[in-house]
């Protein structure tokens, strides 16, 4: 079985300022790992994905994120934030690229200007 | 057009009735998936469809049941709509290459 655990269910950060939102999972096989942004009245967007190899993922919009199997974390950084960056943003795990995703709960980031 | 279109968009329903939420896509995939988002939970899943003759429970399936019409249509139906089933609904499809392309919700108001 697969869970996630995003700490922090909001995040303020100052416009130009490093965005670091956490993810910890669990998972009994070798996970994949994902994050997804989802903007106002709007679906899920894929922001990266790990599956296999390297451990620094580079996704959409200036986000990365690096696994990190002994810590079982996968946070996502990007190191200057925009306005429009404020959006809800969600860890998800799953044992492959279209097998059944399991979410955490969710982080919502709000950018100061 | 939407890779994955979701009808309708907004639905208020009352207690004790029976509503149809449903789902196209246009990827071609052979997986589909229904979610349900409630704030500060995530998603979680409902059901979930591997082909036509395939479906399968997810994590909260009660008071829920599903219909895979065809490869390209997965419906979600509440028999007996009740308000803790107020939620924004999501349909997704899935292939092993590209991950998950999601629908634009469905946001259903029991009262």
């Known amino acids: 079985a697969q869970s996630v655990t995003q700490l922090g269910s909001h995040v303020s950060v100052s416009e130009g300022a490093l965005v670091l939102l956490r993810c910890n999972y669990s998972s009994s096989v070798p996970p994949y790992l994902f994050w997804y942004v989802q903007y106002p009245n709007q679906g899920l967007q894929l922001l990266l994905k790990y599956t296999t190899g390297a451990t620094l993922v580079k996704g959409i919009n200036g986000f990365e994120a690096e696994f990190k199997k002994s810590e079982t974390s996968f946070h996502l950084t990007k190191p200057s934030a925009h306005m429009s960056d404020a959006a809800e943003y969600f860890c998800a795990v799953s044992r492959s690229n279209d097998y059944k995703l399991s979410f955490g709960a969710g982080t919502t980031v709000t950018v100061r200007a | 057009d939407a890779d994955v279109t979701q009808t309708p968009r907004n639905r208020i329903t009352k207690t004790g009735k029976r509503i149809m939420l449903e789902c196209s896509q246009t990827?071609?995939?052979?997986?589909m998936y229904w979610y349900r988002q409630d704030p500060g939970l995530g998603l979680r899943l409902i059901y979930y469809s591997f082909d036509v003759k395939d479906i399968n429970k997810g994590e909260i399936s009660d008071g829920y049941s599903v219909s895979r019409q065809a490869q390209a249509k997965f419906s979600l139906s509440l028999e007996s709509a009740i308000p803790n089933q107020t939620a924004l609904y999501f349909c997704?499809?899935?292939?092993?290459?590209?991950?998950?392309?999601f629908g634009s919700g469905t946001r259903l108001t029991v009262v």
């Open positions: 997704a499809t899935s292939d092993g290459r590209e991950g998950y392309t």
């Open positions: 990827k071609g995939h052979d997986r």
